[in-house]
């Protein structure tokens, strides 16, 4: 059997790693108990989640045993890698309603059964009772300040301002991966790359203190062509609860990827065969929207199952083939086309709708719509529906 390691390198996952000869040879020689850890700062993953659950999952599937540890405990902190300011705190009783929300999407990926079967931690079993000083005598003495302060994580946040309070969460995180070395044998801590410094921080505290061997790796951050993290839509972030970003919308954001993009979305969101990938996105002209379908359905068969995978492909299918039938419905109540963009919420605000309008993105079945046309009149209301265009690539049916 193939290592995993060179499955995760093949399709693109691993993006930093520490003593990775070693830790590519124990792969292959013995079943490895890793983790990942999820801040449960929301009710819902996003596709920032995505990847290290991808990697969680080939894991798994060449026998080795993940650990998905909701930070119970850190989520009340708040991890300052990456943000400008301090995080919101949460309560308890917010934290563990995420964490149940999150077990359950990551159940698609995931199995918590068997022989190797998914372990479930928080972390706030061990941190919320932890005595202050024993804590630092015992773990704060291995971190050296004057080291931390050149972490990536505390950078951005130097000028700003720092809190003492988040400065402990590099200390959490490696204690965290203390506590399950020493209660599951875990060996190795998998996560995204902004992640490298207090990951780290963890492989360094288990070596210099319990004398083991310990890894961490970092996966690929999902970037457009711009550099930028892809995930954000139209509405916001790119949830996989549909209740925060329907099927459809979930659908036609990967319907839309960029062309360039379109292969390392299929291997990292995605379990194709290498071959088929490569065969797929081999093309660079209208070929391509075929792998761009096929990417959509992968990946919303994955996060929402196949029967609302195939509605959103003809759905999809249906808004551009004029099907208004099958289309995405909005039942309206409102009485000018306006206030129906917000409602349906293919415009964030009156504003938004009216610039809309007035650059002619907008149309009512075939007709073009002004800023004199807006009102809904009493003919359109009678013949019961019609089709809302927002530019080529939005369709709503409109029904009353």
């Known amino acids: 059997m193939k290592n995993v390691y060179d499955i995760l390198q093949e399709r693109g996952f691993i993006k930093q790693t520490v003593y990775g000869d070693d830790l590519k040879e124990l792969l292959s020689k013995e079943s490895v108990s890793f983790y990942v850890g999820f801040d449960p700062t929301a009710d819902s993953l996003h596709i920032g989640h995505y990847i290290p659950i991808m990697a969680m999952a080939w894991m798994q599937r060449y026998g080795h045993r993940p650990i998905a540890l909701f930070g119970g405990g ?4 708040g991890d300052p890698s990456g943000r400008s300011d301090m995080r919101q705190m949460l309560t308890r009783e917010t934290i563990d309603h995420n964490i149940e929300c999150f077990k359950k999407q990551m159940s698609r990926f995931i199995n918590f059964e068997g022989e190797n079967g998914a372990i479930i931690a928080n972390n706030a079993d061990w941190l919320l009772g932890l005595n202050y000083v024993d804590f630092l005598r015992d773990i704060g003495v291995y971190f050296s300040v004057n080291k931390m302060l050149t972490a990536e994580c505390f950078k951005q946040r130097m000028e700003k301002g720092l809190t003492f ?10 204690y965290d991966f203390l506590v399950l070395n020493r209660k599951y044998n875990c060996k190795l801590e ?3 790359d902004d992640q490298w410094s207090n990951m780290l921080a963890g492989v360094d505290l288990i070596r210099r203190k319990e004398q083991k061997d310990a890894y961490c790796l970092t996966c690929t951050l999902l970037l457009n062509s711009e550099g930028k993290k892809m995930g954000k839509t139209q509405k916001g972030a790119l949830w996989l ?16 990827v960029e062309d360039v993009k379109v292969a390392e979305c299929m291997r990292l969101l995605t379990f194709m065969d290498m071959e088929e990938i490569d065969e797929l996105t081999k093309y660079n002209d209208e070929r391509i929207n075929f792998a761009k ?6 990946v919303t068969k994955l996060v929402h199952g196949e029967a609302k995978a195939i509605e959103a492909e003809r759905q999809a299918k249906a808004a551009f083939g004029g099907n208004a039938e099958d289309m995405p419905t909005y039942n309206a109540v409102e009485d000018n ?21 007035e650059g002619g993105g907008v149309s009512i079945d075939d007709e073009k719509l002004t800023m004199d046309t807006v009102s809904i009149t009493p003919e359109l209301r009678q013949k019961g529906s019609f089709v809302l265009h927002k530019g080529k690539k939005v369709h709503i049916n409109v029904k009353f």
Do not use: H, P, W
């Not at 309070?165 to 490696?174: A, D, I, K, R, S």
């Open 74 to 77: 850190t989520g009340m902190i």
């Open 165 to 174: 309070f988040e400065f402990n969460y590099m200390l959490m995180q490696g």
């Open 190 to 192: 998998v996560g995204g």
């Open 241 to 256: 609860d549909e209740n925060k970003c329907s099927v459809y919308d979930f659908y036609q954001y990967f319907r839309n």
């Open 293 to 298: 379908e096929r990417l959509a359905f992968e």
């Open 337 to 357: 086309i306006i206030d129906i963009m917000v409602g349906a919420g293919i415009a964030k605000s009156k504003s938004e709708a009216r610039r809309l309008i």
